[in-house]
C-alpha cells in the first residue's frame, strides 16, 4: 500500500516509499511455528484422555493467539510507512492510535546505516539519521537495503539544495548553507569534490 498522496503537499514528489522489511515479522512468525511445534508434541507424548484433551484446547489456544500476533502485525507493516519526499523525512505507524517523525531536508546533517552479518545477508538494516532538531540522533529499524537508503536521501538533499538556490539567495541563507555543507565534507558524508560543486552553485 503506497504512502496516502492526501498526506503530502502539492508541490512534493516522492523520491522513495518503503514498508519494513520482512524481518519485521520473525518474532510472531517463529512464535507461530515454536508453538505449532510443542502442541504436536505434547500430543504426541499424552496419552489419550482427560490431560490429552485439556492439553489440546490450551494448545489450540495458544496457536490463536500466537495467529493474531501475525495478523496484528501485518495491519502494522501495512500502516508503517519511511517515505523520502523532495522536501522531507517521513516516517509514521498506526491505525487507530498513530505516531510519527518528519524531518525537514534542510535539517539532515548525516545519514548513517547500521547492519550485523546476518542483516547483510538478508539485506535489512537500522538507518541513523542525525538531524538539527530537538530529536537530535533518529534510530529507524527494519529498512530494506539501508545502504541504498541513505544514498537517495543523500541524492535528494543535493537536488533539495541545488533547487533551493539556483534564484538569488541572500548573504546569510549561503553562509548557512556553506557551514552545512562543511560538516557533511567534514563527516565524510561529501566528497571534496562534492562540497566543491555545491559551493560553486551556493556563490556562482
Known amino acids: 500500500m503506497p504512502f496516502p498522496r492526501r498526506l503530502l503537499n502539492d508541490y512534493e514528489n516522492i523520491a522513495l516509499d518503503l514498508h519494513p522489511h520482512w524481518l519485521y515479522f520473525a518474532e510472531s512468525v517463529s512464535t507461530l511455528a515454536g508453538t505449532m511445534i510443542a502442541v504436536m508434541f505434547g500430543l504426541s507424548k499424552i496419552p489419550s484422555g482427560f490431560f490429552h484433551n485439556v492439553f489440546s484446547y ?7 493467539v500466537a495467529s493474531a500476533w501475525i495478523i496484528v502485525d501485518v495491519i502494522k507493516w501495512r500502516t508503517t510507512y519511511f517515505v523520502v519526499t523532495s522536501h522531507r523525512l517521513i516516517y509514521r505507524q498506526g491505525v487507530v492510535a498513530r505516531n510519527g517523525v518528519e524531518i525537514p531536508l534542510e535539517r539532515v546533517n548525516n545519514v548513517n546505516f547500521s547492519q550485523t552479518i546476518i542483516e547483510r545477508m538478508l539485506g535489512v538494516g537500522d538507518l541513523l ?3 538539527g532538531g530537538q530529536d537530535g540522533i533518529q534510530i529507524f529499524s527494519d529498512i530494506s537495503q539501508p545502504e541504498r537508503v541513505q544514498n537517495i536521501i543523500h541524492s535528494t538533499i543535493q537536488d533539495r539544495v541545488g533547487n533551493r538556490f539556483e534564484g538569488a539567495p541572500s548573504a546569510a541563507s549561503v553562509a548557512s548553507e556553506l557551514e552545512r555543507l562543511e560538516a557533511l565534507r567534514d563527516r565524510g558524508t561529501l ?5 566543491a560543486e555545491q559551493k560553486r552553485r551556493l556563490l556562482g
Not at 490450551?58 to 490463536?64: C, D, P, R, T
Not at 566528497?191 to 562540497?195: G, I, V
Open 58 to 64: 490450551v494448545g489450540l489456544a495458544a496457536i490463536i
Open 129 to 131: 539519521i542525525e538531524s
Open 191 to 195: 566528497t571534496d569534490a562534492e562540497f
